[in-house]
RNA sequence: CGGGGUGUAGCUCAGCCAGGUUAGAGCACUUGUUUUGGGAACAAGAGGCCCUCGGUUCGAAUCCGAGCACCCCGACCA
């Protein structure tokens, strides 16, 4: 590819969108362009790159045994419905309607069209495990785009599902799979780890998130210091300070006046957050849910949704909880169902059943409930935990290690689904006994776009990115110096045409532009070998090679370069 | 959806508060001359529905109202 016909172009200036240093890079050096929040075009460059992603993705997934397929984008709604999901997926599908006024959603993922797929293609546990993946566009009804291609709305991803006939079979595929994504970033020099993950809107019982841990990720992941036991925040298990036994004591009310938080009340009362009750409202798919946990504690809205079966969870405000009746600085579990004007569920965190003579809320202002237990004074719905990890928190795998906070991008999840889908779908086959089985499900993506972002902010220096050779746009760049000059451009053309019929991919800049622009050019683009032909090198009969991570370049003989080059590449 | 911010040339921004000639700069782009090993110099040019709609006014990029888009923080996830 000659620079001068490409039809992107460097920027100086990264435009003001972007934040971190690899969504800069990817504008300025021209990979892709933005149409719309979270929607974004690949420019050649780039989409060169994205290819070249794939492939070593594909290599990685053939290595196993995958075989690629392609399904649609477009799946009927009826095939949701049939999952169940058509009304707990969340966010909502993306759905158009045909001519006949038929809904079909735009796919935000597969596991129902494989399914089907599969359920339509095997009969046999002859034929099993099946490992089948699929490289394409996904659609999302994302809340919010971010981050330039590492939250997107429409994006690439590459999702590979297992069938085993057991188990023990999907064990073996999921270990299988786990291994290749280790394979993968490794290959990719990309410093990925495995993390403990919920398993969201997919369903499903394990699931591992491989994060890449950068300062500009959007996943919190915990990781313990002492076992290294690692989870996102929304899973982690940790240790809650546990409070000594103690006799009931009789309730009491005390006056607070003024006093509407827990570190007020902590305070006022001389006594510790954890030995008071928090109270949160939620809004969970229209219905009021009152969560009572220990003050010292923080909800876990991931947690929490599951407990409550995948709602849709919404704090509510101050409006809405004295709108049913009830005091949000001081509520309490306490009478709660008879004050409450509206149904309402409550739902506790575990810690409440070992945490005696609490101080809770007197549902009235100003004033609070002393020695409020668990079981005597109040009961939940659900009683389960659905506290929240933090920075510092006690690990719950090991003795004595604590929790270290960092920062990740969630480059793929792999997730042992079971037979959620195989049994709703009817996926079903014969086993060895000429028994009839329901197949045993697995699913594995990793976000393409995503992890090309990773991959250029993991490898980027202050001039620019610093491609690995496995995904390199070009594996040489050619920088002709005075083109005009003592045959350089004949040397440069010459250079171009042989390593091209070598089979390297070359990129040439022939451009009329200075020594300075070409070379921060060069190095911005990041291309693993520079060449630089110029009227100085050729008058000792040479060319100049520079590896991109390089500090210093070498001379080498023109008429050796060829074969240097191709030997490199 | 809640909170914060921004919309003026391909990109980065000034101008707006205190309304008033043909709306500016740098970078990028075109042409020419001179340069030529780390983002050159000079000259001449092209390029703008000042986000949209409505209002106030003799007059609106500028003031007022509504809307839209984009970015950031939270809920969702590859």
Not at 288 to 308: S, Y
Not at 517 to 536: E, H, I, N, Q, W
Request: hydrophobic content about 40%; overall charge negative; proline content about 4%.
């Amino acid at each position: 590819m000659r620079l001068s016909k490409l039809i992107a172009s460097t920027l100086r200036e990264a435009p003001s969108e972007a934040e971190t240093p690899g969504h800069q890079l990817l504008l300025r050096a021209g990979l892709i362009q933005q149409l719309a929040a979270g929607i974004y075009s690949f420019l050649p460059l780039g989409w060169r790159a994205m290819r070249k992603l794939e492939q070593v993705i594909r290599e990685e997934m053939d290595a196993i045994g995958g075989q690629e397929v392609h399904m649609p984008v477009l799946q009927p709604v009826e095939l949701w419905a049939e999952s169940g999901r058509l009304e707990t997926y969340i966010p909502p599908l993306l759905i158009v309607k045909d001519r006949r006024d038929r809904e079909l959603a735009l796919g935000p993922t597969h596991e129902e069209v494989v399914t089907d797929l599969f359920r339509k293609q095997v009969q046999s546990y002859r034929n099993m495990p099946a490992l089948v993946y699929q490289i394409q566009n996904k659609f999302r009804n994302e809340v919010r785009a971010r981050g330039g291609l590492i939250r997107l709305r429409e994006f690439i991803m590459k999702d590979m599902y297992s069938f085993d006939a057991d188990w023990d079979g999907l064990d073996k595929s999921y270990d299988a799979i786990f291994s290749a994504y280790v394979k993968l970033f490794k290959r990719l020099s990309l410093p990925a780890i495995p993390v403990d993950a919920d398993s969201g809107a997919i369903g499903g019982k394990d699931s591992e998130e491989f994060m890449y841990l950068t300062e500009v990720g959007e996943d919190t992941v915990l990781i313990c210091n002492e076992c290294g036991y690692a989870a996102n925040t929304e899973k982690a298990d940790h240790r809650k300070l546990a409070l000594p036994e103690e006799a009931l004591a009789d309730l009491e009310e005390v006056a607070t006046p003024g006093i509407k938080t827990i570190e007020a009340l902590a305070e006022f009362l001389k006594v510790g957050p954890e030995r008071t009750l928090k109270a949160v409202f939620y809004a969970a798919d229209g219905e009021l849910v009152f969560v009572a946990i220990r003050g010292d504690l923080e909800v876990n809205e991931t947690k929490l949704r599951n407990a409550l079966g995948g709602a849709e969870l919404r704090l509510m405000d101050d409006k809405e909880v004295a709108a049913a009746g009830l005091v949000a600085g001081s509520a309490s579990p306490v009478g709660l169902k008879e004050l409450a004007k509206r149904e309402v569920r409550i739902v506790a965190d575990d810690t409440v059943l070992s945490s005696p003579n609490l101080v809770a809320g007197a549902n009235k202002a100003d004033a609070h409930l002393r020695n409020v237990n668990y079981e005597r004074d109040w009961q939940a719905d659900i009683v389960t935990d659905i506290s929240e990890a933090g920075e510092g928190d006690a690990c719950a795998r090991c003795e004595g290690g604590t929790f270290d906070a960092k920062r990740g991008i969630e480059i793929g999840h792999v997730f042992k689904l079971g037979t959620v889908y195989t049994e709703k779908l009817g996926a079903k086959f014969l086993d060895a006994e000429g028994k009839q089985q329901v197949a045993v499900m697995g699913c594995y993506g990793i976000g393409v776009d995503r992890l090309l972002a990773a991959i250029i902010e993991e490898n980027h220096d202050e001039n620019g990115i610093v491609w690995p050779k496995s995904i390199a746009p070009f594996a040489v760049h050619i920088v002709a110096l005075n083109p005009d000059k003592e045959g350089v451009s004949e040397a440069a053309e010459r250079l171009y045409d042989e390593l091209r019929e070598r089979g390297v991919d070359v990129l040439y800049d022939d451009r009329e532009e200075s020594a300075g622009v070409k070379f921060a050019d060069a190095d911005l683009l990041g291309m693993p070998l520079r060449v630089t032909v110029s009227p100085r090198n050729l008058k000792q009969g040479s060319v100049e090679i520079k590896g991109r991570s390089e500090a210093d370049a070498e001379m080498v003989p023109l008429s050796e370069a060829v074969e240097r080059l191709a030997g490199m590449a």
